[in-house]
Structures are given as structure tokens and as C-alpha cells.
């Protein structure tokens, strides 16, 4: 497949390359038309690729909780909690949707899914988005492989159609994940999935999954104040192709909040403990960056910016990404029954950062090291 890219290596990336590809290319292949249309309280977007396309809230919630290693889940208060969750956001006029695939989050989608089709009027219905992901095992990426694989998460949320199909795939040295992809697409064209998505792709491999003429509408990748990787290189494609980012990692378990702030993790029991898996993912995230004190004078601004604007560090956090090149939403973690996030979800969108609160931010982010040279490109981390 390292054909298709010629002589564009990662590291030699530029815009001007892609373009260059795409006209040598242009009797082979063809980009299509991709588009993103915001709404006009700018709340809600519509990711688009041809035909295919799904309107979604620009915050998402996530349901990593389910994995464990956040304590016990109740069911019965969970899915109190989404109704709530829902109710909320639907008298702000928001669409409210979970990622998925994450411990038994499809069976709890599918339980809660019948329990607003009871419940609920048809036009509440309308307004849920379920999006879950595929992480298949490195087998040989058949037809009926696929559609079994498929018709599992189908049967489990309930539905007939899955909103948006999100694809990840561990090695790149195995090409099969065209094969995945193009397998979907036809489960897409029989209308058993929406949109088709990916999750944690570089910009190398997303490059050739379009150049294959695969229509994928968005890329999840890991995207923060102190992850700015997706602006470096998978922006640039992204704003050439259409192709959207939805973010997550966006305020890093948590540590991005003026619950961390003025902490010394260093001193034993000094500050709060880093006790939930994404909070200890991404501490690692801020030491490969620049360390604790970098990070704390990070959050000091943040905070100041935040009083200034009347919300809080997380809030300018989520909006300085959602203003970012090809950045469509933004997934924040909910611990439902416990932090849910709904004030703070809406108060995002009212909020306006201006040049001098950007500078702010860049004038400390600046510091901090390139994690595209300590890392690599996005997903990168995830196949080290």
C-alpha cells in the first residue's frame, strides 16, 4: 500500500504534496465531496461525505466508564441518569449521543434505546445518536467476518442501522484494514450502518484510505491544549479532504479542571489521587510534555482565563479545540450518577475566546515539548 502514498513520508508531509499527489492521481482516483455544515447556534454539526451523512452534538459524551476501573456501575441509576442526561439537553435543543464498544455499553444502549421507545415521544427518538467502534482481532478481513462482526453490535443496541461505525486497527504492517473498510462500506451501501468512521488513524494511513475511495466521514483521535499532534499534520489533510476530527482526551481525564490545580503529585496523598485509568493515561501524557510545573502554570492561565470569562477551566479547554482546523466535536467522559457534565457541556458553546486569551494559551503551550517528535502522529502512542 506504500505505493498509493509515492514519496510522501510522514515526516516530509505538507499540503502542497497532497495536492500534488492528487493531481497525478486524478484520472485513478477521485476525492469526494466531504462537508461539515455547523448549525447556526453552532451547537450541532453535520458530518458529510456524499450522501452519507449524521447530525450530532459538537460535545459527545463518552462511556469509557463501562470498561472499568471507575467503580461500580449501577444500571438502574445509569440509565435514569441518560434519560435525565437527555431531557436536559433536549430543552437546549442539543443531540445527545455515547461512544460505545466499551465493556457492556451496547447492551445498555440497546436497554436504554427501548426504553425511550416506550417512553418517550417518536420525535425524542430522533434526536439519540449511538456511536460505537470496531476494534477487530489481525484475521483475515472476509466479507462474512465482517458482517457477523457487525450484526453483533446491531443486535445488541437494537437497531437496524448503526448511526456511525467507528473503525480502529492496530497494525499498519497488515494491510487488511482496506479490505475491513471497503467491507463496510458495502454494509453502509445495504444500509445496515449510517456513516462510516475511523478511530486513531495517522494521517499516512488516512491518506490512503481515501485515496482508495473509501468514504469515511471523521477520524477520533486524541486531541488537547497539550496534545495539539492532529494540528501539525492530520488537519491539513483533513481541511484538503473534508474529512472531520472528533476529539478525545480533550480535557485529559479530568486534570485539565481547578480540581488539580495549585497540586503537587509529587508529596504522597498531597493532592487528589490519580485514580481512573484515563487520569493515570494522561498524567504520563503531561510528563512526556513538560512535567507537573509546566502543566500547573498551564492551568493557572486557564483558570484566569476562565474567571475572566465567567466558566471554568474545562469549558475553555473543550472550546480552544473545538476551534481548531477540521474539528467537528468533542468527546468529554461522563461518570454518570456522579459527573455528568450537562451545565458545563452548555455553557461551552457560549463561550468566545479572544486573541489575547489564544495567546495566553500559546505562550505556555510553546514551552512544552512537540509530542509529534516524543510520540508520533496521532494513534501513534496506542502501536509503540
Known sequence: ???????????????????????????????????????????????????????????????????????????????LMLCLNMLMLDSLHLIWQIYLIYGPAEDLYGIFINRVRKERPPEFLEKVRGLTKWVPPPVKMTSSFVRDSINVSRKRMDVASLDMLQFHWWDYA??????????????????????????????????????????????????????????????????????????????????????????NLSIPFAGPPLNTPSLQKYKRMVDAWGGWSLFQTLLQTLKRIASKHGVTIPNVAVKYILDQRGVAGSMIGVRLGLSEHIQDSNAVFSLALDEDDISSIEEVTKKGKNLLQVIGDCGDEYRR
Open 1 to 79: 500500500m506504500a505505493g498509493l502514498l509515492g514519496h510522501h513520508s510522514l515526516s516530509k508531509f505538507t499540503f502542497g504534496s497532497i495536492t500534488k499527489a492528487r493531481t497525478k492521481r486524478s484520472q485513478k482516483h477521485s476525492w469526494r465531496p466531504i462537508g461539515c455544515v455547523l448549525s447556526e447556534d453552532n451547537r450541532r454539526v453535520v458530518v458529510k461525505n456524499g450522501k452519507d451523512a449524521l447530525d450530532i452534538c459538537r460535545v459527545v459524551n463518552g462511556m469509557w466508564q463501562t470498561s472499568g476501573g471507575w467503580g461500580r456501575i449501577d444500571i438502574e441509576t445509569m440509565l
Open 174 to 263: 497488515n494491510s487488511g484494514y482496506l479490505d475491513a473498510l471497503k467491507h463496510l462500506t458495502d454494509l453502509k451501501d445495504e444500509g445496515k450502518i449510517k456513516t462510516v468512521a475511523l478511530t486513531n488513524f495517522d494521517t499516512e494511513r488516512l491518506q490512503i484510505i481515501l485515496e482508495n475511495e473509501i468514504p469515511v466521514v471523521s477520524n477520533q483521535v486524541q486531541h488537547s491544549i497539550v496534545d495539539m499532534r492532529p494540528q501539525q499534520q492530520m488537519a491539513e489533510l483533513c481541511q484538503l479532504t473534508g474529512v472531520k476530527l472528533i476529539t478525545y482526551g480533550t480535557v485529559m481525564g479530568g486534570l485539565l479542571s481547578e480540581k488539580f490545580l495549585d497540586t
